[in-house]
Structures are given as C-alpha cells and as structure tokens.
C-alpha cells in the first residue's frame, strides 16, 4: 500500500525531510569549498552561508521528526518507530552537537578533524534517511 494519504502531516514531513537532505547537501559542498578540497577559493560568504544555513538544517529535521513523532505519539501515524524514525533522530542530535561547538570554539584546528567526520557523517545518514523514507512510501 502507498503511504497514509489521509493526513496532510505525512506529506508536510517528507517536505520537511527532503528540504531537510538538500540543505544537508549545500552545507557538505560549502563545507568541502571552505576546507579547499573543490578548487573553488572560500570567502566569508561561502563561510557565513555554511554556517548559518546549519541552523536551518537543524529547524528542518527537527520538524520533520515532531510531525512524525507527534503523529506517532496520538496512535494516527506508524506503530513503532523504524530504523529509519532512529537515524532521523541521530541525525538530528549529531547535528546539534557538530553545530554548537563549531559556534563556540574559535580556534578552528582543534575540532577540525572531529568536524569533518561528524559532517560526512550527517550527510551519510541524510541519504540513507532520504532512501528509507522513499521507501516507506511503499510499505
Ligand atoms: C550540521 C552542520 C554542519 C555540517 C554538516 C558541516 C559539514 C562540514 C563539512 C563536511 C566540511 C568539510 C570538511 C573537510 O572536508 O575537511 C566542513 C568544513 C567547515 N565547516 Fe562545517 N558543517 C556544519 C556546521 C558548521 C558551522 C556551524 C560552522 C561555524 C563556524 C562550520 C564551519 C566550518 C569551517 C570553517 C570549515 C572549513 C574546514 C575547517 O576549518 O574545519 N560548519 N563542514
Ligand atoms: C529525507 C526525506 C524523508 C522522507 C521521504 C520521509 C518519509 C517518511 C514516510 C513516508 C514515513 C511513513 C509515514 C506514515 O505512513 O506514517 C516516515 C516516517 C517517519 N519519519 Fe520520515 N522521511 C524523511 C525524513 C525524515 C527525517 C529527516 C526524520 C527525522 C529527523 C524522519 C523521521 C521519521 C519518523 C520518526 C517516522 C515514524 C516512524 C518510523 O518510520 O520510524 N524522517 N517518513
């Protein structure tokens, strides 16, 4: 059966989590131009917009996890969360903790590496979030 088509709340969330991956996907390629691995030179635009555009990201996956999980929790949406609601959820906490030290450290060299890891991270799970959330359309 094609997903629940009787509430508007499944189709707000997938906008949410599919706006969610693409704005995932411009922070990781501002990212990559800002660490100088594209041959494109950063400016303080492409830092500003990394940075800032973060905070979207995370207003995005937060919403797309409480439309679900508010659906979920008054018994009209899934049964029981799935991998996917879970990866959603780490997603959203990974990207909490890559952004909150990233505002408040300033020498850059000390989380660079960690930064790196947890960004390709988030973005890994962003595209496994995005193909079992399709995938459920079909359940
Ligand atoms: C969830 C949010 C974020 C994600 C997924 C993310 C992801 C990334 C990725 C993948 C890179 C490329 C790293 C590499 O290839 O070496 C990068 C670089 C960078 N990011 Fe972010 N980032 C996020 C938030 C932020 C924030 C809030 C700042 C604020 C200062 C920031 C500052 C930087 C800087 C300065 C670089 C250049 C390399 C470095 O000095 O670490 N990022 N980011
Ligand atoms: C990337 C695009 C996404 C698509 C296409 C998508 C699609 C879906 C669909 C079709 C459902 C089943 C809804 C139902 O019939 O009740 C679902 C459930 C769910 N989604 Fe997403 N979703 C996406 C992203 C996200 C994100 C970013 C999060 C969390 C931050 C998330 C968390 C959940 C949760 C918690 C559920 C309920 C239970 C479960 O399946 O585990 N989703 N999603």
Redesign the pocket.
Known sequence: MLFDTSSPVVAIHMSFGISAFFV?LF??I???I????LGIK?NKIT?KI???I??I??ALLAASFFTEAIYFITGTGEDDFEAHGYIGLTALI??IA??IP??LIKA??K??LI??L???I??LLMIIQLLTGLSEMFD
């Open positions: 995932c922070i990781v501002l990212g990559m800002n660490a100088k691995r950063p830092f990394h940075k800032y973060s905070l990201l995370i990974l990207s890559q952004v990233s505002l850059r060299k989380i660079k930064h790196s947890f960004g390709y988030i973005f």
